[in-house]
C-alpha cells in the first residue's frame, strides 16, 4: 500500500501548500482539501482515476475542494479527454455528508448543466461501523472533535485495508488527544495523527501506547515543523513529520 500526501497542512494552507489530504494506492482519496484536484495533476495523479472519496468529518477544510473534484470529472466526461467509467463511492460520518453533496450540485447547477453530473454513491458511515466492499474494507471509530465553543463533530478515525494490496493504515482526521484511538490502532503499521487539535506529544503518545511502527504528523502550520517532531521524538522516537508530495510505503 503506498500512501502519499497532497497536503499536510493546518486549516488554512499558505502559499504552495495544501491542507491535510492524502491519496491511497492511486484511487482512495482522503479529504479533498482546498484544491485537491490542481494538487493532484501536479503531482502526476489523475483525478478520473478516483474510486472513493473519504472525508473525515464535514468541516470545509476537508471538503472544499469537492467543487473542483466534480467539476473536472464532468468537464472530462463532456470533453471526452477523460471520463471516470464508475460512480464515485463517497463515505463520510454524518448526515451531513448528503446535505454538502447536495448543495455542491446545486453549486455546480448540476440541474442546469445535466451533461456534467457525476454519478456518486454516498455512503453515511456512523463512526463505530465498518464500510466493506470487494475493494476496501473501512474500520471506523469516533474522533473527538469539537468545535467552536461546544459543537461536537462527527468525525472518524479509521482503519483502511485495501483488499487489493497487503498493508493496513490508520488515520486520524481532526481529533483531540483520545486514548480509545490507540486500542484501535493496534498492530497496524503506519498511524497518520492530526497534530493540530492533538499536541505533537499527545499524538505521539497515542502512537506509542498503540505499538505502531511509524507515527506520521498531519495537519499543523508547517512553521511549527521542527518543534512538533521535537515533542513527538522525545515521547516516540519513530515519529515523523508527513511532507507534501512525498509518500510512504505501508
Ligand atoms: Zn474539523
Ligand atoms: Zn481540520
Redesign the pocket.
Known sequence: MKVFFIGTS??TPGKGEE??SFLINEHILVDTGWCNVLKLKEYGFAPEKLKYLILT?L?Q??YLGLPQLLFYLGIGKVDGTYSQDWPLTVIGPSEKLDYVLKKTEDFLQFDRFQELTVQLHPHVLIPGKTYEDENIRLETISAKHISGVDRTEKAMVCKLTDKHSSGTVCFT??TSYHPPIADFARGVPVLIH?S??SSAAEAAATARDAGVAKLFLI?HPPAENSKKLREARAVFPASFLAEAGQSVEV
Open positions: 493546518a486549516c491542507t491535510a468529518h468541516h477544510d476537508h482526521g481532526d492530526d493540530c487539535h495537519h
